[in-house]
């Protein structure tokens, strides 16, 4: 078992927690009014993004891969966007929220927590 969680990875975990939450309900709605495999694809898409939260709670090594390459996926394609142009704003927010993520999924107090 880990030793005390830091708060850092305790907000990474709450953020996909909510996020997995929000594909989940939105999968619901969209299977409801006649949505195909898309809403069926977010769905799983939710489900799998809550099981890592909670492995990333429980201080999963596993987790925090799978996270990191979400997050490293996440900046790669906002850089992509920012130069073709798509949504300046949106894809900078996106790629600094990115950027957080792994500092504190990576820093050395989470490094410690998900190796013990």
Excluded: H
């Excluded at 909670?54 to 996270?67: D, E, H, K, Y």
């Excluded at 790629?95 to 107090?109: E, N, Q, T, Y």
């Amino acid at each position: 078992m880990a030793g005390e969680r830091p708060v850092g990875v305790t907000i990474v975990a709450v953020i996909a927690w909510i996020i997995g939450a929000i594909q989940i309900v939105g999968a619901i709605i969209g299977l409801f009014n006649g949505g195909g495999i898309d809403a069926w694809a977010v769905l799983i898409v939710g489900i799998l993004t809550i099981a890592v939260s909670l492995g990333l709670f429980r201080g999963s090594n596993v987790a925090r891969i799978i996270m990191a390459i979400v997050f490293t996926l996440n900046l790669v394609v906002a850089v992509w966007a920012i130069v073709i142009g798509v949504n300046f704003w949106d894809q900078v927010v996106a790629a600094i929220l990115a950027i957080i993520g792994l500092v504190f999924l990576f820093s050395k107090r989470a490094s410690a927590f998900f190796t013990q």
